[in-house]
T-cell receptor, first 109, second 114 residues
Framework: DAKTTQPNSMESNEEEPVHLPCNHS???????IHWYRQLPSQGPEYVIH???SNVNNRMASLAIAEDRKSSTLILHRATLRDAAVYYCILPNSGYALNFGKGTSLLVTP | KAGVTQTPRYLIKTRGQQVTLSCSPISGHRSVSWYQQTPGQGLQFLFEYFSETQRNKGNFPGRFSGRQFSNSRSEMNVSTLELGDSALYLC?????????????FGPGTRLTVL
């Protein structure tokens, strides 16, 4: 299964854009890139996913490198409610989510 | 549409006992997965059920088991509890099984083993 690497933590100011990086150099051609986040005291929640093209939804944007070896989750205007652990995941062939350590995002007012 | 529900939300057991946790998926979802979350190991995949059959299993001992009923509701059981089983147990449901399927998580059951 392909592995992902994320920074342990990042900090952002409120209402500023946030770019959360993820490296997945061993990604295969059929691996989808999923992002989930876990707010304090809650279960994880889906953020976005993509395969090759950049993707946008109401929560975030996903920018995927041309060689697909890295991707970036973009929160356009961080709010205090976006403080969470963000996980970049490549679901394995059994569809299980291997969460890893994720990136803990701190948002300061 | 109601989300994933898990019962009970909190549970305290003693070593050697067994415990059963319940998960009701979102209506219409057929796949249910279970995860264990601890401060040391993070979120780890336990197993997944689809159409009442276990389709995938993580690296956990046989004390951890589960099942899925015809209405897609699922239970997981842990026998002979150990202190290290203290964790947040999360259930997630998805419509089917696929690489693009979104998993929707419940709030979890907090198990404390004394």
């Amino acid at each position: 299964d392909a592995k992902t690497t994320q920074p342990n933590s990042m900090e952002s100011n409120e209402e500023e854009p946030v770019h959360l990086p993820c490296n997945h150099s061993t990604i295969s051609g059929t691996d989808y890139i999923h992002w989930y986040r876990q707010l304090p005291s809650q279960g994880p929640e889906y953020v976005i996913h993509g395969l090759t093209s950049n993707v946008n939804n109401r929560m975030a944007s996903l920018a995927i490198a041309e060689d697909r070896k890295s991707s970036t989750l973009i929160l356009h205007r961080a709010t205090l409610r976006d403080a969470a652990v963000y996980y970049c995941i490549l679901p394995n062939s059994g569809y299980a989510l291997n969460f890893g350590k994720g990136t803990s995002l701190l948002v300061t007012p | 549409k109601a989300g994933v529900t898990q019962t009970p939300r909190y549970l305290i057991k003693t070593r050697g006992q067994q415990v059963t946790l319940s998960c009701s998926p979102i209506s219409g979802h057929r796949s249910v997965s279970w995860y264990q979350q601890t401060p040391g190991q993070g979120l780890q995949f336990l197993f997944e059920y689809f159409s009442e059959t276990q389709r995938n299993k993580g690296n956990f001992p046989g004390r951890f088991s589960g099942r899925q009923f015809s209405n897609s509701r699922s239970e997981m059981n842990v026998s002979t509890l150990e202190l290290g089983d203290s964790a947040l147990y999360l259930c997630a449901s998805s419509l089917v099984r696929g690489l693009t399927d979104t998993q929707y998580f419940g709030p979890g059951t907090r198990l404390t083993v004394l």
